[in-house]
């Protein structure tokens, strides 16, 4: 009999250590990261090249404490690789003392996190428009540095907890063929998953993330901790107005919204050389169920795997018209609420954003108000 009491003791003891180390089997089990509403904290760790005192100032506790004030549950925070390392590999210590500081906070703030691993050095979403070539796509050594970047992130990060912490392993990928981004998906979660079986991953669609490439996505199956991610910035003429960046922002004629975006005549009167980014908008009906009908790809596919759908970047340039950006932003509030979609605004307080850092007030608190406004 003692013998028997010795063994069972071991087993528990055995079975207490697997417990410990992850090598309990969590197939088909799911963590409690549940999201909502949020914003993108960009141009901070990502897309800027403010470093020092700036950085460090510029997003701070009572951001934080702000945003959850509003009724936002969550942020996405951007970071940049050529932030986080040097071109040698080495980790710059600020960057990520800065990262694990804003998710202390977060967390402390009842906000969750979506670490967004958004431009490396093999690729940038914006490659084409910067005559850049990215080469993860077509280089194993590149794609086991983002594996590796992962590890270290891992490393560092594993400590917060699966409910208030996610990775979103890569942003916007711009695979030639959908099935070079799958096969990274594959590879990336299977090392991920080996290191935390528990973590949220947060897995987008290819070319940029877009709501129209989202059918042609292989999410590995049975791993109910994934969120779904596509970007919505349609209809660029409205979103992008005056953005210097897009061919579409040099359009200087009226919009219309909802209904047709481009008169006959406003179309007759731009110059030539927009015409052909402008035709679409003359012959199209812009409204609220335009919307819903091109979110359909994506709301299938994340019912096909039973997994939330999240929209990661959607928003209106500052110098868009208020009206018109107030009336397709209730729209897709609207259509985000219907199908149970969570979302970030892009952004906190850059030039899609909604707060002044350097005034420290309110860029258009009539657009938080909307985007909030079922909490009041």
């Known amino acids: 009999m003692k013998r028997f009491f010795l063994f069972f003791a071991a087993l528990v003891s055995a079975a207490m250590i697997m417990s410990s180390c992850g090598g309990e089997d969590t197939a088909g089990k799911v963590n409690d990261f549940r999201i909502k509403r949020g914003t993108n904290l960009s141009h901070w760790l990502s897309q800027s090249k403010e470093r020092g005192e700036g ?52 967390a402390k703030h009842h906000l969750r996190a979506i670490v967004d691993l958004h431009n490396l050095r093999s690729h940038n979403f914006n490659a084409v428009n910067e005559g850049k070539v990215n080469t993860l796509f077509t280089s194993e050594e590149a794609q086991q540095g983002l594996i590796d970047m992962w590890y270290q992130l891992s490393d560092v990060l594993k400590g917060f907890s699966v409910d208030s912490v996610a990775y979103e392993f890569m942003n916007e990928p711009v695979a030639d063929d959908h099935e070079q981004w799958n096969a990274l998906i594959a590879k990336v979660h299977k090392a991920l998953r080996e290191r935390e079986p528990m973590r949220t991953l947060v897995v987008g669609s290819n070319r940029w993330q877009g709501y129209e490439t989202m059918k042609y996505l292989k999410v590995p199956e049975g791993d109910k901790n994934i969120v779904l991610s596509f970007h919505y910035y349609n209809p660029m003429v409205l979103t992008h107005y005056g953005a210097p960046w897009t061919p579409i922002g040099r359009y200087k004629g009226k919009v219309n919204y909802p209904g047709v975006l481009v008169s006959k005549e406003d179309f007759e009167a731009a110059p030539d050389s927009l015409k052909p980014e402008l035709e679409r908008y003359t012959k199209e009906e812009w409204n609220i169920d335009m919307i819903r009908e091109q979110f359909k790809d994506a709301i299938e596919v994340a019912k096909k795997y039973d997994l939330q759908l999240f929209c990661g970047e959607w928003g209106v340039y500052e110098p868009v018209d208020r009206e018109l950006a107030y009336k397709w932003t209730k729209d897709m509030i609207t259509v985000f609420n219907e199908f149970n979609i969570a979302w970030t605004t892009w952004c906190y307080d850059a030039d899609f954003g909604f707060w002044d850092q350097q005034k420290h007030t309110f860029k258009d608190k009539a657009l938080v108000d909307i985007l909030v406004s079922e909490n009041k």
């Open 55 to 106: 950085r460090r100032l510029h997003i701070q506790e009572d951001d934080f404490a702000r945003l959850d004030s509003l009724g936002f549950d969550f942020v996405r925070i951007p970071i940049d690789e050529e932030q986080f390392w040097d071109e040698e590999g080495n980790k710059l210590p600020e960057a990520w003392d800065l990262l694990t500081n804003a998710l202390s906070l977060a």
